[in-house]
């Protein structure tokens, strides 16, 4: 499995969560610094959400360029981005809505990007070897967010949330000599390169297969449920900033509750492949109660219990999520990987960018609390649709799960 794409491909993850953990937490600190007003965060959470939305309009025409490419100039233009912000702060040139303007195209560039790393992986280790590298690559990935965004806040109080973004694009630039060392075959560089007219065929076309296997599959039903508790989601994460900052009194608690939900996703990661033998449906049911509990609890204790509560409720999800991203690899023809995902990922997210207004509404009028206890309460709510639903509450391991348009189910 450790061959050396899998590696070039881990250590793009490496240097690049290197520096994405001071983006999490400086990114929003600073719209909340320039603005003092916790529904600017909820504006900035919605147009970074927004991208996740109309993602399946992007995403297909990754499948018409040089991926390797693609992926430098990608890193390339991320770290062009990130530097003007610690420039113009320096020219006191810097306002919130140019802030918010580059964190909504970094977003869009990810939508970009992100199905071809997903359409990569199951060419570089196996269909036998997916749920194993995906553990692998968001362990790594996790891991390395419990690190830096531990310092996170010590690094923003310090040197400033502006500057701080000066790691974040070191570590694109870095991580786009990384992929030069990718070595790709001809067929997994790019899988066509026709006339603009019949691109727009193909894309429209490659967009129509995406939904309609998602629609015909009972994944349609995932996406239904996961879009409402995105939205009550975005309520929660909006709030977050000023949330951790009622807590805790700086701004280096909103690192630390990022840190504890990384930590979450990292253990939740590593539990994923010891669970997959379970059936999904029961362990969704099973993880998104504890997940519900764990953030209401978050929201109404003490700031070191709260902090443990919001970490507990990310290894549940962790370990749904990765279990569901690795069946959709293990299942999915190869080359309906990226457009599966798009739709899904757009479908879900779908209801998310709104949520985080009201979340930013929630926090700036009533209590950021209230939006994190009402975060929670939606979790259980989807706890709940999967244990009504019998397709979804009967699913089975996800080796054993059928996944075929017009043969919807799974093994008994």
Known sequence: MFTRNFNVLLSGVFVKSFGMGIYAAAGMMLVLYLTGNPFYSGVAFFVTTLPGVIGFLISPFANYVNKKSALIICEIIKAALLFSVPLLHMT?????????????????????????????????????????????????????????????????????????????????????????????????????????????????????????????????????????VNFFGGVLFAALPAFTLAQGGTDAFYGYYLMAGAAGMLIGSLIAPKVKMFRYGHLVIICCFISAGAWVGAGLTSVAVSMLLYGIAFIATGVINILLFSLIQQKVETTLIGRVITVMSSGASLCLPLGSLLGGAIAATFSPALAIVIGGGAMAVFALYWLVFPRLRRLAAIDDIILKPAEVGSAS
């Open 92 to 228: 006191n040139m810097l306002s919130v809505f140019y802030v918010i303007a580059v964190m909504f195209i970094l977003s869009l560039i990810a939508q970009f990007t992100y199905p071809i790393d997903s359409t990569l992986l199951p060419g570089i280790v196996g269909e036998e070897n997916i749920v194993r590298a995906n553990s692998l690559v968001q362990m790594i990935r996790e891991s390395m967010d419990v690190v830096f965004l531990a310092v996170a806040g010590f690094i923003i109080t310090t040197i400033g949330s502006a500057e701080a973004l000066i790691i974040t694009g070191a570590c694109h630039l870095l991580a786009a000599c990384v992929y030069t060392l990718y070595r790709l075959p001809k067929k997994q560089l790019k899988d066509k390169n026709p006339a603009l007219v019949i691109l727009l065929k193909q894309y429209g076309h490659d967009l129509k297969e995406g939904l309609l296997y998602v629609r015909q599959t009972f994944l349609f039903h995932i996406v239904v449920s996961a879009s409402f």
